[in-house]
């Protein structure tokens, strides 16, 4: 078991995803702070129910069980005076339990996840790189600078589902499966929703 700060958010980072943040609470900017100089992650997890903001008086957000390890690779001042970081996804994690600092930072015991056995691309999943190498076509993804290995299914179906305009609850499922074959199938039945060839 490890204790790493967290990041909670309504939406869900992926490894080798990309996502960027704007820090305004002092908590957080502490964090990234940390992070930056220690070059050390910290945890991204899925708020099911509750707001990225504290409030006094709101109880606190329900978060998931499992979240995604994140590093700073971009930062910046933004037009309106906030910092700018853009984070990218690294391992996943399970969270068992969390504690709260005195200045409202969320710490989690978590244990990692072992990256996914090295997988071959079946032709079946050719139609995932087709989707996915239309998405890059967008100028919003192409500043992302993702570096993207598409003969690893893994990194094709991650990416994929970070892109897409998905239901959070729906992402934070994805990331949870830990058989690449059970992830294409559940996003072939999603990519067949979309284009209405379900209906």
Not at 77 to 99: H, K, S
Not at 100 to 127: F, K, N
Not at 139 to 149: C, F, T, Y
């Amino acid at each position: 078991m490890t204790t790493i700060p967290l990041f909670p958010l309504s939406a869900v980072l992926f490894p080798g995803g990309r996502m960027p943040l704007q820090i305004f609470e002092q908590r957080y900017l502490d964090l990234v702070r940390t992070s930056m100089k220690s070059g050390e992650p910290f945890g991204v997890v899925w708020i099911r129910r509750g707001s990225e903001v504290a409030q006094k008086g709101r109880a606190a957000a329900d978060l998931g069980d499992w979240g995604t390890l994140a590093r700073i690779v971009d930062w910046d001042q933004l037009p309106n005076g906030l910092l700018g970081v853009t984070i990218e996804g690294d391992g996943r994690f399970d969270l068992f339990e969390t504690a709260v600092q005195a200045d409202g930072l969320v710490l989690g015991e978590v244990t990692y996840r072992a990256p996914p056995a090295r997988a071959d691309m079946r032709p079946e999943w050719q139609s995932m790189i087709d989707v996915l190498r239309s998405l890059e076509a967008h100028p919003h993804v192409q500043r992302m600078s993702l570096q993207l290995d598409y003969d690893d299914p893994w990194q094709v179906a991650w990416a994929l589902v970070q892109l897409l305009p998905l239901e959070e609850y729906i992402k934070y499922e994805l990331l949870g499966l830990d058989e690449i074959a059970a992830l294409m199938e559940e996003l072939d039945r999603i990519l067949n929703q979309i284009s209405g060839e379900d209906a």
